[in-house]
């Protein structure tokens, strides 16, 4: 059983970082492509950011580009996002998730193909 817990989130003004990691449970974390995605209210989830099983390939969403950095270190079993110059809109919960068989160049963008998932951390950005 894989079990995804998210910490991190919190209030912060327009501007500022915040830095959300992701703790994994199992032995395979290593194999796993992860990312991240927001849900705004009344919104659907969205993409944000993700990093391939050895961490030397990332993705982000065009609104984040230059703004947010996925990491992960393989041997803690943690996916980090630093978030930095957040914004209002940025504002949202923001969930892990861990896929073994996402096929990188094609769907590692889509919420549908990420089989495990974290309970969400809430981030704020006030104007």
């Known amino acids: 059983q894989v079990q995804l817990v998210e910490s991190g989130g919190g209030l912060v003004q327009a501007g500022g970082s915040l830095r959300l990691s992701c703790t994994v449970s199992g032995r395979t974390f290593s194999s796993y492509a992860m990312a991240w995605f927001l849900q705004a209210p009344g919104k659907e989830r969205e993409f944000v950011s993700a990093i391939n099983w050895s961490g030397d390939n990332t993705y982000y969403a065009d609104s984040v580009k230059g703004r947010f950095t996925i990491s992960r270190d393989n041997a803690k079993n943690a996916v980090v996002l630093q978030m930095n110059s957040l914004k209002p809109e940025d504002t949202a919960v923001y969930y892990c998730?861990?896929?073994?068989?996402?096929?990188?160049?094609?769907?590692?963008?889509?919420?549908?193909?990420?089989?495990?998932w974290g309970q969400g951390t809430q981030v704020t950005v006030s104007s």
């Open positions: 998730a861990a896929e073994a068989s996402v096929s990188w160049y094609r769907t590692r963008s889509r919420a549908s193909e990420y089989t495990y």
